[in-house]
């Protein structure tokens, strides 16, 4: 099972990517599909999804391409991945946050709940702007 699936992978190597440069510099997506090894068509779904979500902007035309919309060290992995790919769930009852299966005590949430409160966490804690730091230190 893949926590981090292809696209969202792609979409923070990009974002990396971006990091390691001026906050202000617009990307193209050449640069950006070459840099991540992505397919330049299936990373432009991919930045249309990270644009809905005020993540980047982006512009259209000569001199156009991909700039951030808020700092990368604001911008969460949490963020990136929801925008990316929905909810992060380990179980589909913490997606809708009903009942498990119409019981009121589900031993299952009930005992995984602190692993999701965990991990959500710990993806809202890295941030994109952190990620670039310890790349560019590697």
């Not at 992978?9 to 193209?28: F, K, Q, S």
């Not at 119409?102 to 941030?127: H, S």
């Amino acid at each position: 099972m893949e926590l981090i699936k292809r696209n969202t992978d792609y979409a923070l190597r990009a974002l990396v990517h971006m990091a390691e440069t001026a906050n202000d510099t617009i990307h193209p997506l050449g640069e950006l599909a070459a840099v991540t090894g992505a397919p330049e068509t299936f990373l432009r779904k991919v930045v249309q999804k990270l644009d809905a979500a005020g993540v980047v902007a982006t512009r259209r035309g000569r001199g156009g391409g991909v700039c951030f919309q808020k700092d990368p060290d604001v911008i969460t992995v949490l963020e990136v991945v929801e925008a990316v790919q929905g909810p992060v769930a380990i179980n589909k009852c913490f997606v809708s946050n009903r009942e498990c299966a119409g019981r009121r005590d589900c031993l299952i949430r009930r005992n995984l709940g602190g692993i999701q409160t965990d991990l959500t966490d710990l993806l809202r804690e890295a941030t994109v702007g952190t990620l670039a730091r310890r790349a560019s230190q590697a």
